[in-house]
């Protein structure tokens, strides 16, 4: 008997941590559903723009950015929250250097899924 496919359309931007976490939980659950339900899987992702006023080119600080966005006190409770999450998924989140515009990093994903 043939897997079934499941076709699966993501909205997600690529700077976004949580993002990141949700890909990494698709990515087991769909391990696992192949093995147990014979299933398949057709990921599409669509780009989102989590702040589409960033500079491209260098950017901006991070945690500058993060403090004016979030505030100094939301900032202290979600940073360690999310590097917690970040690293029950296998993730390695750094709150360092810089944020840009996600505009090119959106093109690649693009023309894979063409070709």
């Not at 087991?28 to 299933?39: D, N, T, V, W």
């Not at 999450?85 to 690649?108: C, M």
Request: hydrophobic residues 40%.
């Amino acid at each position: 008997m043939a897997a079934r496919v499941v076709k699966i359309d993501i909205v997600s931007d690529t700077i976004c941590p949580w993002c990141f976490v949700g890909k990494r939980r698709l990515e087991q659950a769909m391990a696992e559903a192949r093995g147990r339900l014979r299933l398949e899987f057709e990921v599409r992702w669509h780009p989102f723009f989590l702040d589409p006023s960033l500079p491209g080119g260098s950017g901006v600080n991070k945690l500058e950015r993060y403090r004016a966005k979030f505030g100094p006190e939301a900032i202290e409770r979600m940073l360690p929250r999310m590097v917690q999450v970040g690293r029950d998924a296998g993730i390695a989140f750094s709150y360092g250097g810089n944020l840009g515009n996600t505009v090119d990093s959106h093109r690649p994903i693009e023309l894979a899924w063409e070709n």
